[in-house]
């Protein structure tokens, strides 16, 4: 009978060790691991702060540069559209501001309820931008809807008569203006007028025919007074170069027909406001033109900021007609800054 050979006995040094090398893992003493760092991508600031850093990246330096060449490209077309604005579509819109004002004015003189004074049958002055006349002059091809009011606002639709002047065909001197370039430049040619030019005005009284007696400018003599019971129409538009007028022009013209019944002025030359002389601008829209550019500059802002988060293509779709429509805004507010007879 075989014996099994028996395992040999370990030496009582050795169960220690075992011991301790079981126990080695547990007392081991735990790493630490250092925190993940973003890697830095171009443009971005790898310095992660806290989650509001994280959730709004900071601009790097090639983006600052690149957002600082979209806010000028911004400006730059901003300053092409109000040119083109100015220039182009200003036309189209006098266009149809006068047929609007030639419908409305119709319907009065239809119903027999025009103006025929400073104020209305209530008794209360008449709202700038009402039609009051049409006036016709033939020599020059002229034929447009005269509107109530004579600042920069009321011009962009039409001649504006001043409100402190008789409407045309009555007896005094009524004054007129209208815009030389600008928003269809109704005036631009008064300057051609020669004596003997007929000019005729249809107003809620009827239709009054003048004769141009004189067309002067700044410095000419004024004319001789007038019978008391005799009228004068005096047009009144910039001259000088298209855009950049230096001078004004105006063209005198005598009343042919008889006068018709005046009311009483319920205000003078006094009571006009600084806006409604000639060659001014409208200084009330300063706020809204600010407005317009604050919130015009944070939608570029905000538009730089969104093609980085949101997407190129997601971003033009949302942001551009919105810009469009502030910048036009602005436009349009700049444009009542320049002078009522540009």
Not at 306 to 325: D, K
């Amino acid at each position: 009978m075989t014996s099994t050979p028996s395992r040999p006995r370990r030496g009582p040094g050795r169960e220690p060790r075992r011991r301790a090398s079981l126990l080695r893992p547990v007392l081991r003493r735990p790493t630490r691991r250092r925190p993940a760092v973003a890697r830095p991508t171009s443009g971005w600031s790898p310095e992660p702060v806290g989650p509001a850093a994280r959730a709004l990246p900071v601009l790097g330096e090639p983006d600052r540069w690149r957002f600082g060449g979209s806010a000028v490209v911004v400006v730059g077309l901003l300053l092409v559209g109000f040119a083109l604005q100015f220039i182009g579509v200003s036309q189209v819109s006098e266009v149809r501001d006068q047929q609007l004002a030639l419908d409305s004015f119709r319907y009065q003189l239809a119903n027999a309820t025009a103006p025929v004074g400073q104020t209305g049958a209530d008794g209360r002055l008449i709202e700038d931008g009402t039609p009051v006349a049409i006036l016709r002059v033939p020599a020059i091809g002229l034929r447009s809807v005269v509107l109530q009011g004579t600042t920069s606002d009321v011009t962009r639709s039409g001649p504006g008569h001043r409100r402190d002047t008789p409407l045309p065909g009555q007896s005094g001197a009524s004054v007129v203006y209208g815009r030389q370039t600008a928003y269809g430049g109704p005036f631009r040619r008064i300057a051609e007028l020669r004596r003997g030019d007929v000019v005729t005005a249809t107003t809620g009284q009827g239709t009054a025919r003048y004769r141009v007696t004189d067309v002067r400018r700044t410095g000419d003599p004024v004319p001789a007074p007038m019978a008391a019971d005799g009228g004068r129409l005096t047009l009144v538009s910039g001259a000088g170069l298209p855009f950049l007028p230096d001078t004004v022009v105006r063209v005198d013209a005598e009343l042919l027909s008889d006068a018709a019944p005046t009311p009483a002025p319920a205000f003078g030359y006094s009571s006009l406001q600084p806006r409604e002389l000639t060659m001014a601008g409208d200084g009330t829209v300063w706020p809204f033109l600010v407005l317009g550019l604050l919130v015009l500059a944070g939608m570029v802002a905000l538009f730089a900021v969104g093609m980085r988060l949101w997407g190129r293509r997601q971003t033009f779709v949302v942001a551009v007609p919105v810009v469009v429509a502030v910048g036009l805004f602005a436009a349009s507010q700049l444009t009542l800054l320049l002078p009522n007879l540009m």
